[in-house]
């Protein structure tokens, strides 16, 4: 017999198909397979890896378009990094089984005397086969339970460089959109955080300027220039007004502007003390740290659920700090998913707890309200109200209850004005906060309960 005659043995398993790109309907249908992800990110409010996804997806599909040799590359990085994913999660998940579940089912068989191969009775027929050898076996099993081998040399670069151009196309996509030069936070033990002095920040077009004393405001002196009316604005991030806004729109510019006109144009400066996550404990630390600023007006701000918020620092939130600003925006993309992820494992805080801590900050906005009143100042808390209160004008009973107990408690004027949006296209931008039109209804009606409240602005404007 010659050796030729000879065939070769069958395979066990059939050799996988040689790689090679496909072609553009596979192309199309793997860019509407990333678009479909991105959706689904979308739908969970994950805004920001949604339009990270899509842009990746869009990017590679529009490359893969283009050049086959650009198809060739994305196919043979995709294919590797798949296999090295199937890998891992085959470890992941049949790792525990065969090193835990196996040897206890095994162990509870021997206890139990259950024996269905009938291995132990001599006198009896056995279900068992013996096994192939040694090598054969472990072949068999290791295909059965495993990704397709990764095979060694060229194509770890090839992962690498497809890692590296997803990176750097997630970077760049995350640049044109404003990310990479975020307001910068310190952190402070009596304030908790606050905006770094002098910032110049614009993102997706927007302009967000800090001054010396961290206000989202133009500059100012801690002394009140002579024959000028200066209102203080203590808040959160509905009175800073977020990075998706510019600065001429937010209601303390507006309100600025306002004020004036009606003054007879005579100077008013109104200062932005408000931050994104603040709660009363901040504002008391961040007048104990710089003081009212001589001001003749102070506006308290908040929507009802910042009650609930004790004194926190840097660390609980999801902004970076001025001593260790991100290089990346990717680093700043997922220090808020990290946050995110975070925040949803510690889970909702219970009711019992959350009252407790209402009624401290209740006593606190009432400390607040009146060590500015003590310093000379008008003071006047005002409430914005959430989106069912605003537009459909339905006060839910847990927003009564606790604006109604600030009222009782901080002596003060206290608005809440229950239906102000209902005319007013897309007042919010969210679940509390407002946009563009909201921000300049609010405005109009901060104006009309300033030129109403405040006796030193009627005298200032009326003198």
Known sequence: MKPSDLKAPTPWLPAPPAAHAGGTSTVWVRGCIGLGAAAAFLALHFKILAVVVASIAGVTTLASLASPAARRG???????????????????????????????????????????????????????????????????????????????????????????????????????????????????????????????????????????????????????????????????????????????????????????????????????????????????????????????????TLPYGDVFRPLTGLSTKPFPSAAHPPFLALQEVLLHLMWRIREASDGATPEARNDVQGQRGVRAYATLAQRLAAGGADVLVEVLPTPPAGVRSEVRPRERQWVDALTAAVGVPVGFPVGLFAEVPRPYFDFIHLDTAGHARYAEWLADRVSTLSPAYQRFAHP
């Open 74 to 300: 994305l196919e043979r990085a995709l294919g590797a990094f798949s296999r090295l994913v199937g890998r891992l999660l085959s470890w992941l998940v049949l790792a525990p089984l065969f090193l835990l579940g196996f040897p206890l089912v095994r162990a509870l068989h021997r206890l139990s005397g259950h024996d269905p191969l009938n291995l132990r009775p001599d006198d009896a027929p056995t279900f068992w086969i013996p096994a192939a050898e040694e090598r054969r076996r472990a072949r068999r099993v290791r295909s059965l339970f495993a990704a397709e081998p990764i095979r060694r040399g060229r194509r770890w670069p090839a992962v690498l460089a497809g890692l590296f151009v997803l990176a750097c196309l997630a970077e760049i996509t995350l640049r044109i959109m404003g990310f990479g030069d975020p307001v910068l936070y310190i952190d402070d033990p009596v304030v908790g955080y606050y905006p770094a002095p002098n910032q110049a920040v614009h993102r997706r077009g927007e302009d967000i300027r800090i001054n010396a004393f961290g206000m989202r405001s133009d500059p100012v002196t801690a002394a009140k220039p002579a024959g000028t009316f200066r209102v203080l604005v203590l808040g959160d991030s509905t009175a800073f007004g977020g990075t998706y806004l510019d600065q001429a729109v937010i209601y303390t510019s507006r309100l600025r502007q306002a004020l004036s006109e009606r003054a007879g144009g005579r100077p008013v400066e109104v200062l932005n003390a408000a931050v994104n996550g603040w709660g009363p404990f901040h504002e008391l630390g961040y007048l104990d740290t710089f003081g009212d600023f001589d001001c003749d007006l102070a506006l308290i």
